[in-house]
Nanobody, 124 residues
Framework: HLQLVDSGGGSVQAGGSLRLSCTPS????????MAWFRQTAGKEREEVAV???????TYTDTVKGRFTISKDNAKNTLYLQMNSLKPEDTAMYYC??????????????????WGQGTQVTVSS
């Protein structure tokens, strides 16, 4: 059973930076889509950034220009570089891999594999 191991969270002051990492337990694993999500207590999990296997990326509006998602194919590792962090970025961050599309609603999808989460705390 594939596992995703995410790491790199921590506590920083506003304006600081962190880099999250995510590595699959099987170094041979490849998939079209990988993503970073975040979640705070009482809120739904939010898709923060997505990367396609051709390197195309998308971001939620609140992190555009501050966060960068990337993949090192040689290390088979997913990254999320987070700069200019704000207190509202405080959350548990999860990496995710492999989309499953709902046959009844092709525009809807879920991710099959998830990391265990890494906490990011930004103080003002």
């Amino acid at each position: 059973h594939l596992q995703l191991v995410d790491s790199g969270g921590g506590s920083v002051q506003a304006g600081g930076s962190l880099r999250l990492s995510c590595t699959p337990s099987d170094h041979r694993y490849r998939t079209q889509y990988m993503a970073w999500f975040r979640q705070t207590a009482g809120k739904e999990r939010e898709e923060v950034a997505v990367i396609d296997d051709d390197g195309s990326t998308t971001y939620t509006d609140t992190v555009k220009g501050r966060f960068t998602i990337s993949k090192d194919n040689a290390k088979n590792t997913l990254y999320l570089q987070m700069n200019s962090l704000k207190p509202e970025d405080t959350a548990m961050y999860y990496c995710a891999a492999e989309r499953w599309y709902d046959p009844a609603s092709p525009e809807k999808y879920e991710y099959v594999y998830w990391g265990q989460g890494t906490q990011v705390t930004v103080s003002s």
